[in-house]
C-alpha cells in the first residue's frame, strides 16, 4: 500500500511554470508506476501523464504534450510534474495517482492509488 501527497498548487498567470510534486509513503515507491490527472469543475478526471517505475518510460495527453514534463526521484520518494506555458484551461485539481503496473492507458481506473490533489489555478 502506498499514501500519496500531492503540494506545490496555486494561482499563477498564463504563460508561468509552475512545479508540482507528488510524495509517496513506504519503502516500494519504486515498485510503483505513477501518473498525474486532473479534474475541472463538472469534467471527468482526465489523464495528464504517467512514468514507469524506473522512469524510462513516459506518456503524456494530447492537450499537455511539449508543456508539461513528468519526472521521479526513487530515493526522494517523490513524482513530479514540471507545468510550462500555463493555459487558464490548465485550471484544475491535479491528482497523483499510482499502481503497480505500468500502463501508459490514460483510463484512471487502472490506478489503484490516489492522493487527495492539489488546485492549480491559472489566471489569464
Known amino acids: 500500500q502506498v499514501q500519496l501527497v500531492e503540494s506545490g498548487g496555486g494561482l499563477v498567470q498564463a504563460g508561468d511554470s509552475l512545479r508540482l510534486s507528488c510524495a509517496a509513503s513506504?519503502?516500494?515507491?519504486?515498485?510503483?508506476?505513477m501518473a498525474w490527472f486532473r479534474q475541472a469543475p463538472g469534467k471527468d478526471h482526465e489523464f495528464v501523464a504517467t512514468?514507469?517505475?524506473?522512469?524510462?518510460?513516459?506518456n503524456y495527453g494530447d492537450p499537455v504534450k511539449g508543456r508539461f514534463t513528468i519526472s521521479r526521484d526513487n530515493v526522494k520518494n517523490t513524482v513530479y510534474l514540471q507545468m510550462n506555458s500555463l493555459k487558464p484551461e490548465d485550471t484544475a485539481v491535479y491528482y497523483c495517482?499510482?499502481?503497480?503496473?505500468?500502463?501508459?492507458?490514460?483510463?484512471?481506473?487502472?490506478?489503484?492509488?490516489w492522493g487527495q490533489g492539489t488546485q492549480v489555478t491559472v489566471s489569464s
Open positions: 495517482a499510482a499502481d503497480s503496473r505500468y500502463s501508459s492507458s490514460s483510463d484512471p481506473t487502472r490506478y489503484r492509488y
Open positions: 513506504g519503502r516500494t515507491f519504486s515498485s510503483y508506476a
Open positions: 512514468i514507469s517505475q524506473t522512469g524510462g518510460r513516459t
